[in-house]
């Protein structure tokens, strides 16, 4: 299944433009410079913001369910617990395309703009909300501490 997935993203992947590599430093020997876009196009939604407008209301946050992960829970390069908003599985089945998975990169746009966070590997099923973006990239290519920097 997972074959026939990465199958599929391959037949849509269109080559990017190369990175300007003008001014940046020398990488290591086996490295390359890459945007992320180009780090993102073999995977669908790779860069997208959580539930837009009416879609996610503070009125459907309940005390039990699954977690939902804002601005609060992303900080200075780390994740952290903090407020734990959740839905109701019906809505999370709903809203299943904005789930949060382990490894991706969360980076807040109200608030502090453009803090950083890796998704844990040992957080429970979550969903992110309108405040910050997810960026889900093919883990064997990087080290995801590179792409926060």
């Not at 995977?43 to 959580?50: H, K, N, V």
């Not at 807040?108 to 979550?126: K, S, W």
Request: glycine share 6%; net charge negative.
């Amino acid at each position: 299944m997972v074959e026939k997935a990465r199958a599929k993203a391959e037949a849509k992947y269109v080559e990017p433009e190369p990175v300007d590599e003008e001014g940046l430093p020398e990488l290591p020997e086996g490295w390359a410079w890459a945007t992320v876009e180009q780090l993102a196009a073999l995977m669908d939604r790779a860069i997208q913001s959580g539930p837009f407008g009416s879609a996610l209301k503070h009125s459907e946050f309940t005390d039990e369910g699954i977690l939902v992960v804002g601005i609060d829970n992303v900080q200075d390069g780390f994740f952290s617990m903090g407020r734990e908003n959740r839905v109701s599985v019906a809505k999370f089945e709903e809203l299943r395309r904005f789930e949060a998975r382990p490894g991706d990169v969360l980076i807040t746009v109200m608030a502090t703009v453009g803090r950083c966070a890796v998704i844990p590997d040992d957080l429970e099923t979550a969903i992110i909300t309108k405040h910050v973006y997810r960026v889900s990239v093919e883990q064997r290519l990087m080290l995801l501490s590179l792409l926060m920097n």
